[in-house]
């Protein structure tokens, strides 16, 4: 898969100087798999991405930060539900122990897109870096998808 290629090469370029090492000394990374944006209304204050960030490593790895180029602000949050009110609580990072798969998915762990600078089209991509806790950094490129779309058809969600 295409975007799956892309992602794995960014991580390699950014663990380091040589490719050659990555097998030996391999910097933390992960796989990051169903990327997508929900695509929001013209006018929307903020969307939100998903995605499942798998950990093949033996060591915990941590996505302490993101950004994106065309919003304004880049958050990592958990949606919670807490006797019947919705809200979004910040994090400080998202820890992906390892040999385990941590999904962004909505309800739960997602990147807030603050304050998008122009409209945001279906099929468009918006490219996500991710910060890890060892100071290296992961691309994602995730195309912006109807959540009905990108949830399987029944739309269902919290
Ligand atoms: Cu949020």
Redesign the pocket.
Known sequence: MMRFTGVRFAALLIGGTLLASAAVAQASELDVQNPWVALAPPGAH?T?AFMELNNPGDEAVDVVSADADGFKAV?L?E?VNEDGMHR?IEQDRITVPAGETVSLAPGGY?V?LIGPERSLEEGETVVIELGLGDGSKLEVEAPITPREKAMGGDGHMH
Do not use: G, I, L, T
Request: charged share 10%.
């Open positions: 903020a939100a958050e949050h949606s979004m997602h807030m």
